[in-house]
């Protein structure tokens, strides 16, 4: 079946940066742009960027430009989203999903920014 | 930036009556392509936004009929027919017509 799967929860210092993964199985990886969202705790969403896994292009949200890079290792069917200079208010949960409708979603990498 | 504003933002309803949600964007969601990138999600305590409904009225594969949708151009609503227990969640419209994507605030739905 078509899945979308993250890595596990991280914990951070301020300053440092975080890459989160997603693994793509069940359909045809080059085909289905992927975007990733963010929730902090108890909060509404926020849509971060885009990635084309076909080519690498991106889209990223102005709020996070120079902050973010959004990668593809085609070989194993893996974005990536690497944020940088992390505060205490990144601490969110990460999720990744397919399209922009949004049709598929990964389980969420809760990243946690703490001194 | 496209901006989608959800009313009610807490929604009690009895069980077995109906609901229904309302979303309104700040610009028309048609996109070039014709197509209207108007979509409602739901997230239940604790657990990943579930797609419900994507451009405006389809429904996802497994949700249930008794969930629709409709509206066009800045205007949309999401009904449920008859409440159960399980549709307790708080509820989001979002729109992937231009980038960035944006979302409601998210309307809590509980029931009395």
């Known amino acids: 079946q078509v899945q979308l799967v993250q890595s596990g929860a991280e914990v951070k210092t301020p300053g440092a940066s975080v890459k989160v993964s997603c693994k793509a199985s069940g359909y045809t990886f080059k085909d289905y742009y992927i975007h990733w969202i963010r929730q902090a705790p108890g909060e509404g969403l926020e849509w971060m960027g885009w990635?084309?896994?076909?080519?690498?292009?991106?889209n990223y949200a102005q709020k996070f430009q120079g902050r973010v890079i959004m990668t593809r290792d085609t070989s194993i069917s893996t974005v990536y989203m690497e944020l940088s200079r992390l505060r205490s208010d990144d601490t969110a949960m990460y999720y990744c999903?397919?399209?922009?409708?949004?049709?598929?979603w990964g389980q969420g990498t809760m990243v946690t920014v703490s001194s | 930036d496209i901006v989608m504003t959800q009313t009610p933002l807490s929604s009690p309803v009895t069980l077995g009556q109906p609901a229904s949600i309302s979303c309104t964007s700040s610009?028309?969601?048609?996109?070039?392509?014709?197509?209207?990138?108007l979509s409602w999600l739901q997230q239940r305590p604790g657990q990943p936004p579930r797609p419900l409904i994507y451009?405006?009225?389809n429904r996802f594969s497994g949700v249930p009929d008794r969930f629709s949708g409709s509206g066009a151009g800045t205007d949309f609503t999401l009904k449920i027919s008859r409440v159960e227990a399980e549709d307790v969640g708080v509820y989001y419209c979002?729109?992937?017509?231009?980038?960035?994507?944006?979302f409601g605030q998210g309307t809590k739905l509980e029931i009395k």
């Open positions: 979002s729109q992937g017509t231009q980038f960035p994507s944006t």
């Open positions: 451009k405006i009225s």
């Open positions: 610009q028309s969601l048609v996109h070039s392509d014709g197509n209207t990138y």
């Open positions: 999903a397919r399209l922009r409708i949004f049709d598929v």
């Open positions: 990635i084309n896994p076909d080519i690498g292009g991106t």
